[in-house]
Each structure stands twice: as C-alpha cells, then as structure tokens.
C-alpha cells in the first residue's frame, strides 16, 4: 500500500471527499481553517536556552534526513494550494542553515491560493504570495538581516529573555547577548518594523526584569511578547506550578504601565495591550493558562519532513517517503489534509493523562 492508497479518516470521508478527490483546503473537524505553516529548517542551535535544551544538546537529525531546500519549497508550494498563506521559519535556529536566504527568496515567490471559499476569512493584510517571517535567537541577523529583507522576508521575531549579560550567559549557556542586540538593531536598520521580540517569564531568572524588557522593546519600535514557559523541554522538568502565569505578567507591568487590550485576538496567539495609551503595544500569549486551540490555524513541518498538527502533537505523518519515493504532490497535499483531518481540540496540558511529546522544542520548531 502507497501513502496515496491510504484512506482518508472519517470527518474528510464525511465530507464526500475520497482518496480519489483532491483535498483543496486545511479545514479540520471543527470548522478550523489552517493558513500559517511553521517549518523547521534545522533542529541544531547556537545557544542552549535551559527551558529548551540541555548543555549538551540533543541527538541531531543525521544531515541527510534533513529536508532539502527544494523539498521544503516542495512542501511550502504544495501547502499554500491548501490555503496556507503564511510561512514562518524556525527551528532550532533557523539562520544556521546556510541557505536560508535562498529559502526565503523561493518560498516568498510562491503565490498563495484565494478561492471564493476562502469568504474573505483572511486575516491581516492580503498578499498575493506567500508571505514569510522568521522566529530567530538573532545572533547571526546583524549579518543576514539586510539579505533576508531583500530576498522578500516579511516579518522577523526575535528572542531575548534577559538584559543582563551574565544573565543571559547562564540562561543561554553562550555569552552572546551583544550578538542578539546587534542583531536586533540590525533588524530594525533593514527595515523591518515593527519587528516582535519573545521573552518567556521565569520565576527566579528574569522576573525582575519584565517592564525593563518592555521599555527595552518600546524604546526601539518593536512589540514584546511574553510566552509562558511551556512543557516542551528536553530535560522535562517543566511545572505547572513553576511557571509565571500571563496573568501575573499582566499583574506586575500593571504597577510599570497603563495596560488597555487592543483588538480582537482572532487566530493571534497574543492577547495585545496599549502601553500608556500606545501606540507602543505589549502581547501576552498564554498558551498554557489561557489556551488560543479553539482559533488555532496552524501546523507545522520539522526538518527531518514531518507534519506535526500540533506542538503537542504525539503522531506525526512523514512527508519523507513520498518526497524521497517519487509520490506527488497530490500524495501530499493528502496527508497534509489528513494530518489537518485528525487534529485535536486542544493541547490538553491540563488534562490528567497528558504527555509531553518526545520531541521538544528545538527540534518541534517553535
Ligand atoms: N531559536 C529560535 C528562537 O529562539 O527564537 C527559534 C526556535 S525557538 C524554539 C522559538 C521560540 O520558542 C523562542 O521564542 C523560544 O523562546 C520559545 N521557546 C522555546 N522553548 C520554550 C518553552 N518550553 N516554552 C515556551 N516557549 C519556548
Ligand atoms: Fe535555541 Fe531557540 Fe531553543 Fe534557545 S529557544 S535553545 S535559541 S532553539
């Protein structure tokens, strides 16, 4: 049996499609539509972030199962048939790979599928091509950051949880923290604006330091995101009870700032606030205590070519076997379909049997 003979699950079949109909969108069985692909371009990692791996790393995708910058295009091209129109590029870190401006520059070429189906669900701005942003720990932006913006990158997230040096040696294992803020202020020189930066609260490791990073990311034009720490590290020692909520976030820049939620949250992981009547804004994305699964529009692709419907996920589908076996896109586009088909409602972090997924996060793709 080919990966094409395999049969579609039931919500797909329930809908009169069969493994001889093309599926044309990435709707799962709660009306979910999916536009944002995250894709992992590389599982290995220049610092060594405590809540994400160990000192020593993890066991590395052997290079040859890595997927090949046509294959990931592949993938890209036959995803935004479906309706993704987003890409974002992550990792690991994704600026260690070597070709990623190359990446960049094809995925941004690929135009995106808008059909009348579509009902002008699409949030944000309308592009005509898929539009491709990265989440980087920045170190290498300060030499990339302006080839990255030529080659059609939209939209850069940067990752900094501390201001202080020492800090920053201790949480990362590397004292590269000038690296990230030359990388940042390069960002910013190439013109990408605003540019987003990602913190994740720790108790005992910056929690002091919530309205500095704030003022930090205000005094540059860029939007701070605190992601609460989730448990998808390598060592497994995440607590529920450890981790700062969103909700004390919220509580302790409220004695820094005047704090007014902006907008609806939509498919956006973040809840948003004004800052002192803005137009400076600070996100919150508590993706533990306060679950966005319900709007959820993505999925994610890992380096070594598996769809993930979930961070949580604990099945994955291999792309690997049809882009390496000479199966075709439309094998694909089914078991991205099927992958979507079969999603589940929610992470269920606080349900009594959940399992952090093997894989954490580096080599998931944040
Ligand atoms: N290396 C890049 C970076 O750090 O931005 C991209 C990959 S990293 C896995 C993507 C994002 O996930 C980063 O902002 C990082 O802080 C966040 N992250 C990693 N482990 C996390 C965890 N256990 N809980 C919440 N966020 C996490
Ligand atoms: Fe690397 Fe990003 Fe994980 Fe830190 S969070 S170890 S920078 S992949």
């Known amino acids: 049996m080919t990966l094409t003979d395999l049969p579609f ?26 536009r944002d692909l995250r894709i992992s371009l590389t599982d290995r990692c220049s610092l060594r972030c405590t809540y994400c791996m160990p000192a020593e790393g993890v066991p590395w995708i052997a290079k040859d199962n890595l997927l090949s910058t046509d294959e990931l295009v592949r993938v890209a091209a036959v995803a935004a048939g479906l309706g993704i129109t987003e890409v974002r590029l992550t990792g690991g ?7 990623v401006v190359d990446v960049v520059r094809r995925m941004a070429a690929i135009p995106v599928r808008r059909s009348s189906a579509d009902g002008g669900g699409v949030s944000g ?27 059609g990158l939209a939209r850069v997230n940067i990752s900094i949880d501390t201001l202080r040096r020492d800090r920053f040696a201790e949480l990362t294992r590397r004292d590269r ?15 990408f604006a605003p540019i987003k930066l990602n913190a994740v609260p720790m108790r005992g490791v ?3 330091e919530f309205a500095d990073l704030v003022r930090f990311a205000v ?14 590290d390598a060592g497994h020692t995440w607590s529920r009870a450890e981790m700062v909520t969103g909700e004390e976030i919220l509580g302790v820049l409220s004695r820094e700032f005047a704090l007014e939620p902006v907008g609806e949250r939509g498919s956006s992981p973040a809840e948003v606030f004004s800052i002192d009547g803005g137009p400076a804004t600070v996100g919150v994305i ?75 996060m580096s080599a998931i793709g944040g």
């Open 93 to 99: 870190e994704p600026l260690l790979r070597r070709d």
């Open 286 to 360: 508590a993706s533990v205590t306060a679950p966005f699964c319900g709007a959820c529009d993505r999925v994610r692709l890992t380096a070594d070519g598996q769809v993930r419907n979930c961070l949580f996920a604990r099945t994955e589908d291999d792309l690997v076997p049809i882009l390496r076996g000479g199966g075709s896109d439309e094998d694909l586009a089914r078991v991205l379909a099927r992958s979507i088909a079969v999603k589940r409602a929610g992470h269920g972090i606080d349900e009594p049997g959940f399992l952090q997924p093997s894989r954490p």
């Open 9 to 34: 699950p039931g919500s797909l079949r329930e809908r009169g499609e069969s493994k001889g109909e093309l599926p044309t969108s990435l709707v799962d069985r709660f009306g979910r539509v999916h």
């Open 206 to 208: 910056n929690d002091d």
């Open 219 to 232: 005094e540059r034009g860029a939007e701070l995101r605190f992601i609460e720490q989730m448990p998808l």
């Open 125 to 151: 701005p309308r592009h005509d091509m898929l539009e491709v942003s990265i989440t980087t720990n920045g170190l290498r932006l300060a030499e990339l950051a302006p080839a990255l913006r030529d080659a």
């Open 177 to 191: 923290l000038d690296d990230v803020l030359a990388g940042i202020d390069a960002s910013i020189a190439a013109g």
